[in-house]
Every structure is written in C-alpha cells, then in structure tokens.
C-alpha cells in the first residue's frame, strides 16, 4: 500500500461513506465495471499465494447457475482464488446425527470452485464448537477410545469425501484457550469434546487426528488454525512448542494459520511477520484464513470515519504484508463478504464494516490497498521494508 496515498484512500471511500462525507475527488478509483479484466485480488496474486474469501454453500452457493450467477457469486469467482465452507464442512452442518451426513453445502462449494477455477480450503475438522448436539450429548460418557473411533470416521469420510479437492485442511480449530481464560493458554480439555475425552494424552489425540486426515487426502497441506494468533504471544508460543512436538513425533503437520479478526478497539501487533517467520523455519506453511477487521461504530455515527476507513485498510494490508512477505505464507483468506453477510454484527454489537466490500458489492479501500500491495509484491519481499 506504499504507494496508496491517504488522499486517495479517502477518495476512494467516497462512495462508500454517507453523502456529504466527503467531496468526490478526481483521483478516485475507476468504478468496478471499467477496471481491467487483469485488475482483480486472484490475477494480480504472486504466483503460490492463493486470495481466498469465506463463503455459505449451504446459504450463498446452491442452485449456482453459471450462466446466470448472482453477483455475489460473479464477484466471488472474479476476485478469489480459493474458497472456504464459512460453515458447511463444520461438524453441526456435515454430520447432523450419528451416522448421517449432509453433503450438500460442502457440495456446492467444491463444484462452485471446480466450475470457476479455484482452490479449497477445508474448514474443519476438530473444534471445541459448532458439534452437533449428538456429540456434546454423547461426550459426556465417551471413554478415549470411543472418542477416537467417532472422530475417526468424522475426518475419514469428510476428509475422503473431497479427497484431491482440497489444498488445504484446518484439522485442529481454536484447541488452546486464551491467556484470559481460567488456566491461561492451554490446551482446550474441557470444551472440546474430544481433547476432554483424551485429556490424559490430547496431543496423541491431536497427531492422530493429522495422521487419520493425511491417510484420507495425502495431497492436501494439513494446518492448525486460530484466532489471537497473529503475532508472537503466549498462544502463539504455545502453537510454536505444539508443532515442535508434532513434527518430532512425526505427525503430518504442514501449516500455522493465523485467522485474523481484527478490530480497530485493538492496535496492531507488528511481529506477524516475525512470527511467521519462526514457523517457517520449522518447515511449515503459514496462512492468514479468515481476515475480517472490524471497526467501532457508535450509535447515531453514519459509518466508519474517515480516519477508520484508512485504519481498516492499513490493517487488511498489514496483515496481506506480513504473508507476502514470508515465501511460505500459502494463502490470504477474508472471511467472507459484504458486511451483510458478516458474522460480525451478530456476534459484537457495535461492531460493523469488516469486510472488503460494501454491501452493494462495491471494493473498499481495504481492498485497493490489497491490490496494489499485491501488485506491487515479490513473493518472499516485503513490499514495505523491501527484504
Ligand atoms: O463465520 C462463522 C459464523 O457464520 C458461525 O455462526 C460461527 C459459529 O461459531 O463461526 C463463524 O466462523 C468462525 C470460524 O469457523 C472459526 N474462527 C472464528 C470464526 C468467526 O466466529
């Protein structure tokens, strides 16, 4: 975003702003429809870096009709080389009740992506959320063995199911706590159903998961993946000392992914790239699977200020920076677009606008700031420190 001045990062906000906001300006970025067919976040990506969005299947996705997509659809296959299940590969939606699984969302996500030339993220396989209510029913009674064998013919029939498909595998979502949890950062042996099970040995437990999904897709690059995970903190240590032992053990570990939710209520922690960097080293993969940032608005505020608009696209483009700017950094994932369809709203009141376009599909200064950094990016160089 180097060159992405502030001038025109407000300018091009202008159409996204309440009128009377700002003034347009001449420099203003071209409207949508008169861009270059090559100016778009897939097109403009360095070669092995995927530009990945979030999206509903089950919600956004069936009765795709390639001649007649909505334009959430065409913008999805336009701007992004990979997509992720926002939901449909979860637990409550893939395996409903013992036994039974529902393909159809998970469907419509990978013939989306086979029909518009795109990669798959799969998302994911071991969480302490979104179980069906069978699971926490039957949790409380499991033995570690009984345990075992449900999640192992869960991440065997998923995973086999979309065998070739998938590029990349979330296999263990959010399994430590925070640091303001009771007990700090450690792993998730009470919420998640299966780790509590295990909880004399829930690395064995966490490897095995990884070996079973490798059996199933040996093609596919199998990650951990967590939010508050960005820079170098005491979960990411904790991250940092689970790989190592993993990859010790021999365990199929391939990937850290860092999801990144932000919010402007937060600054911004400028070791991502460092702690990228530390799990490089270790010969994994890192990714950044589910940007969104989101921005304050109080109530009777019309929007984002101005000042915020450029705080959210810094904060996108800091993040973007960190991965191009790390040679195993695989894939840069937003999690899901417009606002409207942002999980956001729902889950912090007086949180809005996290995504990179509005909701009349339009870019935002987040996004532009992404183009031009990508542009303007050698895979493995720093667009902003130039090593
Ligand atoms: O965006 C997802 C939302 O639609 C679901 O209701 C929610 C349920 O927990 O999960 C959201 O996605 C989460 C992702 O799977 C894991 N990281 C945090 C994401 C936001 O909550």
Same mark, same amino acid.
Request: proline share 6%; with cysteine.
């Given at each position: 975003m180097r060159h992405l001045t502030r001038s025109l990062l407000l300018a091009a906000a202008g159409t996204t702003l309440a009128a009377g906001t700002l003034a347009p300006a001449a420099t203003a970025a071209p409207p949508d429809h008169a861009r270059g067919h090559q100016d778009t976040l897939r097109r403009q990506a360095p070669k092995d870096l995927q530009i990945g969005s979030a999206v509903w299947g089950q919600r956004d996705l069936l009765g795709y009709d390639r001649l007649d997509p /909505? @334009?959430?659809?065409r913008v999805l296959a336009r701007e992004f080389g990979s997509i992720t299940p926002e939901n449909d590969m979860k637990w409550a939606e893939i395996h409903p009740e013992p036994g039974v699984y529902h393909f159809s969302g998970a469907d419509a996500i990978v013939e989306f992506a086979r029909a518009n030339n795109q990669e798959v993220r799969g998302h994911t396989l071991l969480w302490h959320s979104q179980n069906p209510q069978w699971v926490s029913d039957a949790a409380a009674d499991w033995t570690c063995e009984e345990a075992r064998d449900v999640l192992e013919d869960h991440v065997r029939t998923v995973v086999g199911r979309y065998a070739g498909e998938i590029y990349e595998w979330d296999v263990a979502n959010e399994i430590f706590q925070d640091?303001?949890? @009771?007990?700090?950062?450690?792993?998730? /042996? @009470?919420? +998640?159903? %299966?780790?509590?099970a295990c909880s004399e040995d829930p690395v064995a437990l966490i490897g095995d998961t990884f070996r079973w999904?490798?059996?199933?897709?040996?093609?596919?690059?199998? %990650?951990? +993946?967590?939010? +508050?995970? &960005?820079?170098v903190n005491t979960k990411t240590d904790a991250y940092y000392a689970l790989a190592q032992e993993l990859l010790a053990d021999g365990v199929p570990l391939h990937g850290m992914g860092s999801q990144g939710h932000l919010s402007l209520m937060y600054g911004?922690? #400028?070791?991502?790239?460092? +702690?990228? &960097?530390r799990f490089a080293a270790l010969g994994l993969d890192?990714? !950044?699977? &589910?940007? #969104? !940032?989101r921005v304050p608005i109080p109530e009777g505020q019309d929007g984002p200020t101005p000042e915020q608009v450029t705080l959210h696209a810094e904060r996108h483009d800091a993040m973007l920076e960190a991965c191009l700017?790390?040679?195993?950094? /695989?894939?840069f994932t937003v999690w899901g677009f417009p606002d409207a369809s942002s999980w956001v709203p729902d889950v912090f009141p007086g949180e809005e606008w996290a995504t990179?376009? /509005? #909701?009349?599909?339009?870019p935002k200064p987040a996004y532009h700031a992404m183009l031009e950094s990508l542009r303007e990016a050698t895979p493995g160089v720093s667009p902003r420190s130039g090593r």
């Amino acid at each position: 975003m180097r060159h992405l001045t502030r001038s025109l990062l407000l300018a091009a906000a202008g159409t996204t702003l309440a009128a009377g906001t700002l003034a347009p300006a001449a420099t203003a970025a071209p409207p949508d429809h008169a861009r270059g067919h090559q100016d778009t976040l897939r097109r403009q990506a360095p070669k092995d870096l995927q530009i990945g969005s979030a999206v509903w299947g089950q919600r956004d996705l069936l009765g795709y009709d390639r001649l007649d997509p /909505t @334009e959430h659809q065409r913008v999805l296959a336009r701007e992004f080389g990979s997509i992720t299940p926002e939901n449909d590969m979860k637990w409550a939606e893939i395996h409903p009740e013992p036994g039974v699984y529902h393909f159809s969302g998970a469907d419509a996500i990978v013939e989306f992506a086979r029909a518009n030339n795109q990669e798959v993220r799969g998302h994911t396989l071991l969480w302490h959320s979104q179980n069906p209510q069978w699971v926490s029913d039957a949790a409380a009674d499991w033995t570690c063995e009984e345990a075992r064998d449900v999640l192992e013919d869960h991440v065997r029939t998923v995973v086999g199911r979309y065998a070739g498909e998938i590029y990349e595998w979330d296999v263990a979502n959010e399994i430590f706590q925070d640091d303001w949890d @009771e007990g700090g950062v450690r792993l998730r /042996t @009470e919420a +998640n159903p %299966f780790l509590a099970a295990c909880s004399e040995d829930p690395v064995a437990l966490i490897g095995d998961t990884f070996r079973w999904a490798h059996e199933a897709d040996p093609q596919a690059r199998l %990650f951990l +993946n967590d939010y +508050n995970a &960005e820079g170098v903190n005491t979960k990411t240590d904790a991250y940092y000392a689970l790989a190592q032992e993993l990859l010790a053990d021999g365990v199929p570990l391939h990937g850290m992914g860092s999801q990144g939710h932000l919010s402007l209520m937060y600054g911004f922690d #400028d070791s991502m790239q460092a +702690n990228f &960097e530390r799990f490089a080293a270790l010969g994994l993969d890192v990714a !950044v699977t &589910e940007a #969104d !940032v989101r921005v304050p608005i109080p109530e009777g505020q019309d929007g984002p200020t101005p000042e915020q608009v450029t705080l959210h696209a810094e904060r996108h483009d800091a993040m973007l920076e960190a991965c191009l700017a790390v040679p195993s950094c /695989t894939s840069f994932t937003v999690w899901g677009f417009p606002d409207a369809s942002s999980w956001v709203p729902d889950v912090f009141p007086g949180e809005e606008w996290a995504t990179i376009f /509005t #909701d009349d599909l339009d870019p935002k200064p987040a996004y532009h700031a992404m183009l031009e950094s990508l542009r303007e990016a050698t895979p493995g160089v720093s667009p902003r420190s130039g090593r």
